[in-house]
């Protein structure tokens, strides 16, 4: 950003981060350049571009790009959130390492800490993120690093960062923060003193629904170890991908903020439905973690989940009858999008288990989109009206 010495706010850094002030004829729109091979200087091996490595034009952009908006020092763009996730470990973790991971993460992230990790000899204890003193009463000699998400899919809890972060200065841990909820916008964690940010780049940095890609961000050092990794492990994105990115974060500034007036304003009308038995949103007052959302957040974000006080088939019948919103497992995009975790990512656990984690029967998860909010409550007024 050579623009000015001002430092660049981030809805503005979100449309020009990474890139120089424009020469003539030179395109406004950063080009695609959908070519794998580019032609080197013989007798070197400098400047060498393979996508593989994360050198295509377009990847070094929005690698840069994404660095700002985090505050990060420098950051790698990946095939998808789950293969940043993987690389990031992967360059964090040895084997005879031990890892304390927080017990309400996306379900791939678990997966690959208790089946995938252990098998490479690195140990794992998923920690309840709300028990006081938990962290430290599974520290371990060899314990390296915290892995934490926040805000929590998809009940929207909202972690204190504060106690982590000093757990892992006092120690020397590397605390790792899957921001895919927050985004830029709503918590930059490196702020906070998290050492690596991971986003699942599919959700709301992308917000098109048309991109899967993921993105770890943190210290120059750091980034080329999760580099190597993505190189041997084949983690890296396609150029189209990056390119589509790219121009997806333009917008992430007000994409985010008019998505989370929506989920307010969705909110605030589910907390008047007879139907309904609870409405999760970190922006209402009775959701348990609404101080620390004010305290931390810059907006409560477009995640908000909804419970049908008759149950599961209730809220199944009420989903058939969406029109405008879409049933759909994803989220964070410009299109409103529901889903019901018991056939998604709690499936795996019995109804009292998803009870005993905040989603009971009848629990529909709601990403909210950028449509006018009105002709999102009408359609949720006539689908919850049968
Ligand atoms: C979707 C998601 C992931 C995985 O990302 P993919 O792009 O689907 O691989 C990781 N963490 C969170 C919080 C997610 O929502």
Same mark, same amino acid.
């Given at each position: 950003?050579?623009?000015?010495?001002?430092?660049?706010?981030?809805?503005?850094?979100?449309?020009?981060?990474?890139?120089?002030?424009?020469?003539?004829?030179?395109?406004?729109?950063?080009?695609?350049?959908?070519?794998?091979?580019?032609?080197?200087?013989?007798?070197?091996?400098?400047?060498?571009?393979?996508?593989?490595?994360?050198?295509?034009?377009?990847?070094?952009?929005?690698?840069?790009?994404?660095?700002?908006?985090?505050?990060?020092?420098?950051?790698?763009?990946?095939?998808?959130?789950?293969?940043?996730?993987?690389?990031?470990?992967?360059?964090?973790?040895?084997?005879?390492?031990?890892?304390?991971?927080?017990? /309400?993460?996306?379900?791939?992230?678990?997966?690959?800490?208790?089946?995938?990790?252990?098998?490479?000899?690195?140990?794992?204890?998923?920690?309840?993120?709300?028990?006081?003193?938990? /962290?430290?009463?599974?520290?371990?000699?060899?314990?390296?690093?915290?892995?934490?998400?926040?805000?929590?899919?998809?009940?929207?809890?909202?972690?204190?960062?504060?106690?982590?972060?000093?757990?892992?200065?006092?120690?020397?841990?590397?605390?790792?923060? &899957?921001?895919?909820?927050?985004?830029?916008?709503?918590?930059?964690?490196?702020?906070?003193?998290?050492?690596?940010?991971?986003?699942?780049?599919?959700?709301?940095?992308?917000?098109?629904?048309?991109?899967?890609?993921?993105?770890?961000?943190?210290?120059?050092?750091?980034?080329?170890?999760?580099?190597?990794?993505?190189? =041997?492990?084949?983690?890296?994105?396609?150029?189209?991908?990056? /390119?589509? =990115?790219?121009?997806?974060?333009?917008? =992430?500034?007000?994409?985010?903020?008019?998505?989370?007036?929506?989920?307010?304003?969705?909110?605030? /009308?589910?907390?008047?439905?007879?139907?309904?038995?609870?409405? =999760?949103?970190?922006?209402?007052?009775?959701?348990?973690?609404?101080?620390?959302?004010?305290?931390?957040? &810059?907006?409560?974000?477009?995640?908000?989940?909804?419970?049908?006080?008759?149950?599961? &088939?209730?809220?199944?019948?009420?989903?058939?009858?969406?029109?405008?919103?879409?049933?759909?497992?994803?989220?964070?995009?410009?299109?409103?999008?529901?889903?019901?975790?018991?056939?998604?990512?709690?499936?795996?656990?019995?109804?009292?288990?998803?009870?005993?984690?905040?989603?009971?029967?009848?629990?529909?998860?709601?990403?909210?989109?950028?449509?006018?909010?009105?002709?999102?409550?009408? &359609?949720?007024?006539?689908?919850?009206?049968?």
């Amino acid at each position: 950003m050579t623009h000015s010495n001002k430092p660049q706010s981030l809805a503005t850094l979100a449309v020009h981060g990474g890139r120089d002030a424009l020469a003539t004829d030179e395109p406004v729109a950063f080009p695609l350049y959908q070519s794998v091979n580019f032609k080197q200087e013989a007798g070197t091996a400098a400047g060498m571009r393979y996508p593989r490595y994360g050198n295509n034009p377009n990847a070094e952009l929005v690698q840069k790009r994404l660095a700002l908006l985090e505050g990060a020092e420098a950051g790698l763009v990946l095939a998808s959130g789950q293969g940043a996730t993987a690389c990031a470990l992967l360059a964090l973790l040895r084997s005879g390492d031990h890892l304390l991971a927080s017990s /309400w993460i996306y379900g791939g992230t678990q997966q690959l800490v208790t089946k995938e990790l252990p098998g490479m000899g690195i140990q794992c204890t998923l920690v309840d993120p709300m028990e006081s003193r938990g /962290w430290r009463k599974r520290l371990r000699k060899n314990t390296r690093a915290i892995f934490v998400e926040s805000p929590v899919n998809p009940t929207a809890r909202v972690l204190d960062l504060k106690p982590i972060t000093a757990l892992a200065r006092e120690l020397g841990l590397a605390l790792v923060v &899957d921001s895919t909820f927050a985004t830029p916008v709503g918590f930059r964690p490196i702020e906070h003193g998290a050492d690596v940010v991971i986003h699942s780049a599919t959700k709301f940095l992308n917000g098109h629904h048309d991109v899967i890609a993921g993105a770890v961000l943190g210290t120059a050092t750091y980034i080329e170890e999760v580099r190597q990794k993505m190189i =041997l492990w084949g983690q890296a994105p396609d150029p189209f991908a990056c /390119w589509l =990115l790219e121009r997806g974060l333009k917008t =992430l500034d007000v994409r985010v903020k008019r998505a989370t007036d929506n989920a307010m304003r969705v909110a605030l /009308w589910c907390a008047t439905r007879p139907e309904l038995s609870a409405v =999760l949103y970190p922006g209402l007052p009775d959701h348990p973690d609404h101080e620390i959302a004010l305290a931390t957040l &810059d907006g409560m974000g477009a995640m908000l989940a909804i419970v049908h006080r008759d149950g599961g &088939d209730a809220m199944t019948n009420v989903v058939r009858r969406l029109q405008l919103i879409a049933h759909a497992p994803s989220l964070g995009g410009v299109d409103t999008l529901v889903s019901e975790p018991r056939f998604t990512s709690h499936e795996h656990l019995s109804a009292s288990e998803r009870a005993a984690l905040g989603m009971p029967d009848g629990f529909l998860r709601i990403s909210v989109g950028i449509e006018d909010p009105d002709d999102i409550i009408a &359609d949720l007024d006539q689908a919850l009206r049968g």
